[in-house]
């Protein structure tokens, strides 16, 4: 069964500060696709990034970016020089079952983060 | 403008009583799911389609069901609700499903049973 971890409930950091929150996840499937959201105090889910399991470059969007390790099945989001702006609840998923032709997607339990001024 | 639809977005209704909430996409999108977001445990699927016609269980499918009859539209219906299914509802889309351009959510529907 696949599961998505993410380990740190909430964070603190102060403004400029970098911040890196941890994604670890499980799969059996070989082809499968991992995935970024941010949830603001707003509510709405905002997609912040879509990575398929043969591609483990990484990538830089702006202050983003996004480290993907097969080796430890970790996918771990990167804000450099955080602002009040980026303070949100953030969320890893873990989409597969392409072999089967069905798709379930789990979603980790969120990573508060707090960016204080 | 693209955008996923949910109605209504706050519903309080009695133990028993059904109801259907609503999701509509406008981006012809072949992929829909719906979640429920509780404090503590993230975003967890109850069910998805990936096409007309075709539906499967998520992790939590329990107390609903919810039909695709058309591409557009997937209504998630809880026949007979109860005081544990109160939550944050989204329903969301994508363009494939392997969630190509990431999947698109609602704005949810927050549900209170009594």
């Known amino acids: 069964a696949q599961k998505v971890t993410q380990a740190q409930t909430e964070i ?24 970024w959201y941010k949830q603001p105090p707003s509510g709405e889910l905002v997609f912040l990034i879509r990575r398929n399991s043969f591609d483990e470059q990484n990538e830089i969007s702006g202050r983003y970016s996004w480290n993907f390790q097969k080796s430890t099945s970790s996918f771990n989001f990167t804000i450099t020089a955080s602002q009040v702006v980026d303070s949100a609840v953030y969320f890893c998923a873990l989409s597969e079952g392409s072999s089967g032709g069905y798709q379930k997607v789990t979603f980790g339990t969120g990573t508060k983060l707090q960016v204080i001024p | ?36 977001q509780d404090p503590g445990l993230g975003l967890r699927q109850i069910y998805y389609s ?30 007979s609700p109860s005081p544990n299914q109160t939550s944050l509802y989204f329903c969301a889309s994508s363009l494939s499903v392997t969630g190509m351009g990431g999947y698109t959510f609602g704005s949810g529907t927050r549900l209170t049973v009594v």
């Open chain 2, 50 to 79: 990936m096409n007309v016609e075709v539906t499967d269980k998520g992790d939590v499918p329990e107390g609903y069901k919810v039909s695709r009859k058309e591409k557009r539209n997937f209504p998630l219906i809880l026949e």
């Open chain 2, 1 to 36: 403008e693209a955008q996923v639809t949910q109605n209504p977005r706050y519903l309080i209704t009695v133990t028993g009583k059904k109801l259907t909430v609503t999701c509509s996409q406008n981006m012809n999108h072949e992929y829909m799911s719906w979640y429920r």
């Open chain 1, 12 to 35: 603190s950091v102060v403004e400029k500060e970098d911040v890196t929150l941890d994604c670890v996840y499980e799969t059996r499937d070989t082809t499968y696709y991992l995935f």
